[in-house]
């Protein structure tokens, strides 16, 4: 009767934990995996005016329709004017970019060549 | 004739009606036989038409095509289906089966490496000129004889793409191997790809023909034989410069001259591709 019960409660523990780890990933987890190298990189295109402009273009481009085009949040998708996003290094954000938060249902957008991630950081801290 | 006056003002109030919904600016594939990591945004759906134009010396020219459907079902899951016909000067236009595939993103993160395993079922006959990928002995002389849908090709193909981003570039390597569930042996095949944007940041004013909308590369692809005769004897090979235009929130056109590596092959296979993405499709449909 033991053993019938053992694998059982092994299955709902290791459910809970999984829900508990996703919860926590949706809240900001991803932060804690940035390198150290990476989370202390400077923006090459920082404060540029050109490139605010040209990240605005490819956030319209490939964020606008999850973020909305004031990158306020649609439905379940966070919104960018955030105490995070603000807190965030340059060097996060273009990680987050980079790799995305695919348990969260972020994608990552590394088909994006590293200059234009780095243009779209260049806006989203234009916001704050 | 009005019937058919109206079938076409249908499909053009259709197609203007897609191209009505606003689209991802840059639709996913450089290339037509190589699969990347990059998967489709959840949610989205791209329609794509995959067409490769030949001349065999000993027979007449085709046009294969395939329509695509790839929906973005997870960050990590793409799924997609694809409907095969093909046209043969002097012969017929048939449509020759489907396709169905999946491919898995194991690993959550960016790595030097990135891997995906590729899942596809195939249900097509033996008319099939679509050529997306070649395995095993394909070759030419399997375009020779006329227009035969008798043999019912029922096949599962895996795949093992290995793919990293550098610098702008991307290198992209498939390994495939195929079974037709007949009973024949399995097949093998390869798929190798490079490719670049023309400009890696973008431009801050909006524009249509701006470098970054432009992408060059080349492909490499071919049979390695099968399980018995496993090897290049006896199998085909193409060497095949790419470029895509992503019109911005907009069609992706894609274009591709294959050259044929040895005397199995084509001499020339001549690819055109057009993507069209829609973002968030099923939102749309819920009407959020």
């Known amino acids: 009767m033991r053993s019938r019960k053992t694998p059982l409660l092994m299955i709902l523990t290791f459910i809970l934990g999984a829900s508990l780890l996703f919860a926590a990933a949706g809240d900001g987890l991803w932060m804690t995996k940035v390198p150290d190298k990476q989370r202390s990189r400077d923006n090459p295109f920082d404060g540029r005016a050109d490139a605010i402009a040209a990240g605005a273009k490819l956030f319209r481009q490939n964020c606008a329709t999850c973020h909305g085009g004031e990158a306020t949040g649609m439905e379940n998708r966070p919104s960018l004017h955030s105490e ?45 | 004739m009005f019937c058919c006056k109206l079938k076409t003002l249908g499909l053009l109030v259709c197609v203007a009606g897609v191209l009505a919904v606003p689209s991802c600016a840059m639709a996913q594939g450089n290339y037509f036989v190589t699969y990347t990591h990059h998967m489709e945004e959840p949610g989205n759906l791209e329609f794509a038409a995959k067409s490769v134009t030949g001349f065999p010396r000993a027979g007449n020219a085709f046009w294969g095509n395939a329509i695509e459907m790839e929906y973005g079902v997870k960050t990590w899951w793409t799924s997609e289906l694809y409907l095969d016909s093909q046209t043969t000067a002097n012969e017929s236009s048939v449509f020759t089966g489907f396709r169905l595939e999946n491919r898995v993103r194991p690993l959550l993160q960016e790595h030097w490496i990135n891997p995906v395993l590729y899942v596809e079922f195939e249900d097509i006959n033996s008319a099939d000129k679509a050529l997306l990928e070649v395995v095993g002995h394909d070759g030419v002389a399997d375009f020779l004889g006329r227009n035969d849908r008798s043999e019912k090709k029922r096949e599962v193909e895996l795949k093992l793409i290995l793919s990293s981003n550098f610098k702008g570039w991307n290198l992209a390597e498939n390994m495939t191997a195929e079974k037709n569930m007949a009973g024949d042996p399995w097949e093998f095949g390869y798929a190798v790809a490079v490719s670049r944007p023309l400009s890696l940041a973008a431009s801050p004013r909006e524009c249509r023909f701006c470098r970054e909308n432009f992408t060059m590369g080349a492909e490499l692809y071919g049979g390695l034989g099968d399980r018995y005769s496993f090897g290049l004897h006896d199998t085909s090979h193409y060497l ?14 894609s274009v591709s001259p294959a050259a044929g590596l040895n005397r199995n092959s084509h001499g020339f296979l001549l690819r055109f591709g057009v993507a069209y993405e829609i973002n968030q499709v099923v939102s749309r449909l819920r009407g959020k």
Not at chain 1, 106 to 118: C, D, V
């Open chain 2, 240 to 253: 095949a410069p790419t470029m895509a235009f992503h019109l911005p929130s907009g069609p992706t056109f």
């Open chain 1, 84 to 128: 995070r996003i603000r807190a965030a290094t340059p060097g996060e954000l273009e990680w987050l970019l980079k790799n995305g938060s695919m348990k969260n249902g972020m994608p990552s957008w590394s088909r994006l060549p590293e200059q234009q991630r780095w243009q779209i950081v260049a806006f989203l801290k234009s916001l704050q």
